[in-house]
């Protein structure tokens, strides 16, 4: 007892001399987006966060900034290359502006079946060489994110590309996007992801196109009264961190940072269709939107209005991209 008693006035007096043990500040990594913590890339990003907190034992802090509340997204890649944040997920549209035009092929309409097909992409050498590219900008790329397949819509009914004629659509920052919008018959307009329902709701664009995700979570449903499921092109992410930042980290630390970002990465592609279809149909369901299923004739002539943008885009995204794309999943020749 005596010597608990000693061990105890010890501690105490070592307590008293040695002063409070300075805390080691964690290393912060803020990852910024635009769209709402309710939407797969959202959903992705806090489970990052949580895995990142949890393999580093909280030396790391994953500040995450949804629905551009930190950045526009066309402010984000400049902030990320400045330093200012160290992990963005920007879809593959955004890096055309940047100079990495190959990544528009992803914007190509009817370029990818399915999900399956764009996985053999971004998960094999064509996803990692894509990557490579980014190297030089500043920039590393650690995962491809899916969200999922685009939807139309517009305040009036739209069953083919005849009904788009004149029509101000929305479109992200892409000149593939550019295209496919002109060879629907649609004039397309550039604008941020953030200002899109004030858009739709003022009357400055008539329609634009999205994933059902992104269309929910930012209430366009209710500024829109008709929608088309034409599954006409593709949105997904990449991943990117500042690469000084990365290559600087404690080679440990960046370690649980990889598992982590694995386990996100699978996670959120994962959830991605059921978050689209969800999202589907809520707005369905609440009465402020009709969505429209075209029959296959109807298809055929969204198909054939598109048929011209992979060729007349070649030169821009790359003929031999193209032709790579199409062995690897399939559809050389079609
Ligand atoms: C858009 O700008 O429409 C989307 O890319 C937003 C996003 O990040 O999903």
Known sequence: ??????????????????????????IVIKFSHVVTNETPKGKGSLKFKELAEKYTDGKVKVEVYPNSSLYKDNEEVDALQ????????????????????????????????????????????????????????????????????????ANHPLKTPDDMLGLKIRIQ???????????????????????????????????QENTASNMYTQKMHEVQKYGIITNHGYIGYAVIVNRKFWDG??????????????????YANAISQKENDDALDAMNKSGKITFYTPNAGEMKQWMTAAKPVQDEMAGRVGKDLIEKIRATIGTAGK
């Open 249 to 266: 980290l404690p080679a440990d630390i960046r370690t649980q940072l990889d598992k982590a970002m694995a386990e996100a990465t699978e």
């Open 1 to 26: 007892m005596r010597g608990f008693a000693a061990v105890l006035s010890i501690s105490f007096v070592c307590a008293l001399t040695a002063g409070p043990v300075a805390a080691q500040a964690p």
């Open 82 to 153: 400045l330093g200012a944040v160290q992990m963005l997920a920007p879809s593959l549209a955004k890096f055309g502006p940047l100079g990495a035009k190959e990544f528009e092929v992803f914007d190509l309409p009817f370029m990818f079946p399915d999900k399956d097909a764009l996985k053999k992409v971004t998960t094999g050498p064509i996803g990692r060489e894509m990557f490579s590219r980014l190297a030089d900008k500043g920039i590393l790329g650690l995962a491809y994110w899916d969200n999922g397949f685009k939807v139309f819509s």
């Open 173 to 207: 920052s892409s000149k593939v996007l550019e295209a496919e919008i002109k060879a629907f018959g649609g004039v397309p307009q550039v604008l941020a992801f953030s200002e899109v329902y004030q858009a739709l709701q003022t009357g400055v664009v008539d329609g």
